[in-house]
Structure formats: structure tokens, C-alpha cells
């Protein structure tokens, strides 16, 4: 080996590293942000709190839960729906996160003869098992 071809390897390979972090640090992520996202960028208390204002929106105390149980849906919740016209919408949610823990999210919204009486909402991280 020729000498001084260390260092021009470790040169040339210390610009392509330096040029990949260039572009990496000025491109523009073009991915879209869910709704999910959204909510969870506020951390989990608040995530809580927004997403129980948004169902308590779409169906207030004495309203169809429909419209709330549609956007769940879209939002990538998977509800069950109560045995009769009294019970408990059952939302769930689970997603791993970054840091080997697993996000749960719980939407339950209380009925009565069809008509929305109680929401609840809840998100928690778990340690991966």
C-alpha cells in the first residue's frame, strides 16, 4: 500500500459522511403528520385530555355516538360496540413506541338507549415484555 492512502480513504470518507449530514439536516421531511401524530407529539396527559375534548365535541352528553366513534376509526382505534342499546363503546389502541415500550389508548363512551351519557379517555406507556 502506497503510503498516505489511509488518510486520503478517511478524507474522502469523512466528506461523503459530512455531505450525507448536510442534506439529511437541510432536506425537509415530507412525510405527512397524522391526526395521531398530532396528539401524541403533546405527551400523554395532554394527548388524554385532547383527544376526550375532541369525542365530547363530535358527541356531546345525549348525542349519537356515531360521529366520535367514526373519527376513533379513523384515527386507527379498533371499538367494539355494546351487546344492546345500553352499554359501552370499547376503542383500543396499541402501538410500539421508539424506546421499547408499547402505547396503549382506551376510548370508552357510555350509552343509554343510544344516546352518549359518559366518555373517558386514557393513554399509557408499558414497558416492552
Not at 10 to 37: C, F, K, M, N, S
Not at 102 to 114: F, I, K, N, Q
Request: proline fraction near 7%; charge should be positive; glycine fraction near 10%.
Amino acid at each position: 500500500m502506497q503510503p498516505g492512502t489511509i488518510k486520503r480513504a478517511a478524507l474522502v470518507a469523512g466528506v461523503i459522511l459530512a455531505g450525507v449530514a448536510g442534506v439529511a439536516a437541510v432536506w425537509p421531511d415530507h412525510r405527512p403528520v397524522t391526526p395521531l401524530e398530532i396528539y401524541l407529539r403533546q405527551g400523554t396527559r395532554h394527548a388524554t385530555e385532547a383527544l376526550k375534548r375532541e369525542v365530547d365535541q363530535l358527541s356531546p352528553r345525549g348525542a349519537d355516538p356515531g360521529p366520535a366513534i367514526q373519527r376513533l376509526n379513523t384515527l386507527g382505534f379498533s371499538c367494539a360496540a355494546p351487546a344492546g342499546a345500553t352499554g359501552e363503546w370499547n376503542c383500543t389502541m396499541r402501538r410500539p413506541m421508539e424506546n421499547r415500550q408499547m402505547l396503549s389508548m382506551e376510548v370508552l363512551l357510555r350509552v343509554d338507549r343510544g344516546n352518549v351519557t359518559e366518555t373517558s379517555a386514557r393513554i399509557w406507556e408499558q414497558g416492552a415484555r
